[in-house]
């Protein structure tokens, strides 16, 4: 689709008429009426305008003349992994998982490498071709060549030692010691708790970004410990295979 077309059905979906739009984006009827005549197409600064109202990336707006992939991980991206800057507006360089809220969520390439390798892998690719691909290409990406610049001087993974040290300060029975924590949006481990009323419950917002990771139990069996934690609360909770019969174990606001 071209551009006309997209601005057309974005203001259409969203049931705005042109002069609505034009108010909405700072512009008058007329240029909206030409953008979707295919005559003009909006600057740069009406793209990032048109890009957070629609809640789209600009190179969809622009037809997706660019094959989008992130910057840290090489994910391809679509609008819906798209990483956001702290204000809700669309960071069109890194995946949600790899850039949260306005910070970077690695400073480690070999952390990376490790969560990319237990989700890619599969009978097509061993985990051992994954991580020599992964360590072939991330080099290249923009985020790791320019690594100095771009980070935080050490203050996230500052952070995420401390956060290590206090999770494992609670002594959770049969959970091993926390050596590392990873980068996980909240719609994959945000399980739903029964609680004593019979009513279920779940802790977590899908669209978040959180740091945490998986344990086997020191005591064996067939339940692990998962652990979900960001600057308010630490979550610990245990399930079987699959997230199945999840109990919540400790919820504690930090």
């Not at 002069?19 to 909206?32: I, N």
């Not at 909006?42 to 793209?47: A, D």
């Not at 690695?106 to 990319?116: A, G, Q, R």
């Amino acid at each position: 689709m071209e551009t006309k077309d997209i601005i057309l059905e974005l203001r259409s979906k969203t049931g705005l008429s042109q002069d609505e739009l034009a108010e909405k984006v700072f512009v008058t009827r007329q240029a909206v009426s030409r953008w979707e005549n295919g005559e003009t197409v909006p600057n740069t600064e009406t793209l990032k305008l048109l890009s957070k109202l629609f809640d789209v990336s600009i190179n969809t707006l622009l037809g997706s003349p660019r094959e989008l992939i992130c910057q840290c991980c090489g994910m391809p991206l679509e609008d819906s992994v798209i990483s956001r800057e702290k204000d809700g507006v669309l960071n069109e360089h890194y995946c949600k998982w790899c850039y949260a809220d306005g910070e970077y969520m690695y400073s480690n390439m070999d952390d990376l490498i490790d969560v990319c390798v237990k989700n890619m892998a599969s009978e097509e690719h061993s985990e051992e071709e994954v991580r020599i691909y992964l360590k072939t290409v991330l080099p290249k990406l923009d985020y790791w060549k320019n690594y100095e610049q771009l980070s935080d001087k050490g203050e996230f993974e500052e952070f995420k030692k401390k956060l290590i040290e206090e999770i494992n300060a609670l002594n959770v029975e049969g959970m091993p010691k926390l050596t590392k924590l990873y980068t996980l949006v909240g719609s994959f481990i945000n399980l739903e708790y029964r609680l004593p009323n019979g009513k279920y419950v779940k802790y977590l917002d899908d669209n978040a970004t959180y740091l945490g990771n998986q344990l086997e139990c020191e005591f064996g069996g067939d339940r692990c410990f998962g652990i979900a934690a960001n600057m308010d609360f630490i979550l610990i909770s245990t399930y079987e295979a699959n997230g199945e019969n999840p109990e919540l174990v400790i919820y504690k606001k930090r």
